[in-house]
């Protein structure tokens, strides 16, 4: 499935990370691979949703639990969880070389989905939001982009947050926010300082979705990821936070939405997109071998060959690209611009990589009894979201040119 068993003897995974992969595989092939025929043309799933809301959506309570209890007695559920908070404490090259086995069907695998600024938590904090989320009780999202600030949010964020006595009131609008409506919590950016902004004067808030002041939009944003929308418009109207709901430290919102962008949205891009490509590249040498035409298998023709040459060639670049960054961020090196990276191009070759498997397809390839048409159109949303490809060259351009 993947490269954990590669002979290359310049580089190996330590034996427990490959272990853990090939539990990861068995589960890949045994519990998620046979789900796909009913998966994939299922209308209730869509991209930016929870494991377990599109699980559910496609398959029912039973076969959800089904796969939750085998993420929980495995301890995968708390794979990205710190050994802290009862988690496996697994560094990020490890975690990365995981996932990409878990992404290598559409059918997702569930997890702990606790987005790391959430151990920010202090004090009663960690009993209402954080340990909530990890044992899956509750769910969150990240709400930063805005209708008129997407590339550019901390020198055009709009919504605000005054601080007035013992609470703070926010309003404003943030757009495009995946999974607002099913979110219990909504962890939200507001400029608390006009004059500072990014550099000092922004702020992150716990927002429980159910407060008076906050409207999401009925119906969400219509988007080509999938038939269910995951993505909306949320309005904040004189909404009352708390200042006992403040995460982290009054001004340092921005930065923790960094935090949050370099590993979920960037760093984690690769293994997102390795599990794809590796698992295109498996479907078009398997068809080029099987499928004739003018009396010759595909594998024997140059065009073909080169499409699936170019196509490992591709994935092996990232893999060595995202687990390089990987382990330079386990040892404690900052790596926001190598993230960006990782992030534009695991979706720039993972969406080549796909959009050839297609080609070798044929019109098969546009099947929606396949998984290639929606690894296509999820690895080029990816070039947008997150922050744009375009963003993330500026900020390598930047750390190059610097000085």
């Known amino acids: 499935m993947s490269g954990t068993h590669s002979n290359n003897n310049a580089f190996r995974l330590p034996a427990e990370i490959v ?4 539990l990861a595989q068995r589960i890949v092939r045994k519990e998620l691979l046979p789900l796909e025929p009913e998966f994939l043309p299922h209308p209730g799933h869509s991209f930016g949703l929870k494991e377990t809301i599109n699980l559910k959506s496609v398959f ?36 990365v070389a995981i996932l990409e086995q878990f992404y290598y069907t ?17 004090g009663d904090q960690i ?27 901390g020198g055009m964020m709009q919504t605000r947050a005054v601080k007035k006595g013992d609470h703070w009131v926010l309003n404003g609008t943030k757009m495009w926010i995946s999974m607002a409506a099913e979110s219990d919590i909504i962890m939200v950016q507001a400029v608390t300082d006009p004059e500072k902004r990014q550099r000092g ?7 429980n979705r159910d407060n008076p002041g906050v409207h999401i939009e009925a119906g969400g944003i219509k ?76 594998s024997e023709r140059q065009a073909i060959q080169w499409k699936i040459v170019d196509m490992f060639v591709d994935l092996e670049a990232l893999r060595a690209l995202t687990y390089q960054m990987a382990a330079r961020s386990d040892a404690g090196e900052d790596i926001r611009a190598e993230a960006g990276m990782v ?39 990816g070039q947008i979201g997150g922050g744009a490809n375009e963003i993330q060259r500026m900020q390598v351009a930047r750390k190059l040119l610097k000085g």
């Open 106 to 122: 559409a059918v997702p695998f569930p997890f702990a989905n606790v987005p790391n600024i959430l151990y920010e938590c202090q």
């Open 343 to 381: 992030k534009f191009t695991s979706m720039e070759w993972g969406a080549r990589c796909v959009d050839h498997a297609i080609q070798i397809h044929g019109a098969m390839g546009e099947a929606l009894e396949l998984p290639l048409t929606l690894f296509y159109r999820y690895l080029r949303h």
């Open 223 to 298: 988007t080509w990821l999938g038939p269910r929308a995951a993505q909306y418009t949320v309005h904040f109207k004189d909404c009352i936070v708390p200042e006992t709901d403040v995460l982290g430290e009054v001004g340092k919102g921005f930065y923790l939405g960094q935090r949050w962008l370099t590993v979920h949205d960037r760093l984690l891009r690769g293994p997102y997109a390795l599990g794809k490509m590796q698992r295109a590249l498996d479907m078009s040498i398997d068809w080029a071998k099987q499928r004739i035409t003018f009396g010759k298998p595909l």
């Open 60 to 95: 029912g309570e039973e076969k959800t639990n089904h796969l939750i209890k085998i993420a929980r007695d495995t301890g995968l559920w708390y794979l990205m969880v710190p050994e802290e908070f009862g988690g496996s404490g697994l560094p990020m090259l490890a975690q």
């Open 201 to 207: 004067g922004i702020t992150m808030f716990l927002v």
């Open 19 to 22: 272990e853990q992969c090939e």
């Open 127 to 153: 009993e209402r939001f954080l340990k909530p989320v990890i044992e899956g009780e509750k769910t969150t999202c990240f709400a930063q982009t805005e209708p008129n600030a997407g590339s550019d949010p």
